[in-house]
């Protein structure tokens, strides 16, 4: 029985997620700049062409991977603005999010993804434009508000708030890696994360 467009589609999706998935690993191991198009298709159990029939070049799959882990990071702070409680309280949330995903391989390699895209010279222009263009959103810049608030409330030390988004996020970025070399690495509780902002009573 021929399949309908539906199926088409859901069989698309799919085999694009599995393209995806086998790229995170071969970036996550050999750098977007050494990685083959031949390496990914060998990852993910698929013919050389049929890898091309779903993305034109590595370069695509890679600004694909970096698009996918900044909406990721952009849509917790989001979803966690829009929780009930206090800016602190709300943080809290948001770093449970977070640290519980670690415990998904997927969830640490993006982080790995977003890293290189932030310190390789090489990057394609399209993700210098994900990452530093117009309509560029950092996860620095989204959590701003909720530090502010949170100062002006009372429960978040009174330092710098851009030097307290930089200070989470390298947190979370060196748990993402440690998990990496370690998977068997233990995570910390959000609490331990929150004495960053916590004002002592």
Known sequence: MPRNEEQNQELRDARKEQILQAALLVFARRGMVAAKISDIAKEAGLSHGLVYHYFTSKEEIFSTLVRTA?????????????QIGTPLEKLHW???????????????LLF????????SDAIPDEVKEILTGVEAVSPVTCILP???????????????PVSLAIAY???IQGLAVNKIQWPECPIPNA??????FEKDN
């Open 70 to 82: 900044a909406n990721n990071s952009v849509g917790v702070i989001q979803q966690a603005s829009e």
């Open 94 to 108: 948001m770093s449970e999010q977070i640290l519980n995903g670690l415990s998904d391989e997927r969830n640490t």
């Open 112 to 119: 790995l993804i977003m890293i290189q895209a932030s310190t």
């Open 146 to 160: 909720l530090i502010i608030e949170g100062q002006e409330f009372g429960e978040i030390i009174s330092a710098d």
């Open 169 to 171: 996020y390298a947190f």
């Open 191 to 196: 609490k331990l994360i929150m004495k960053i």
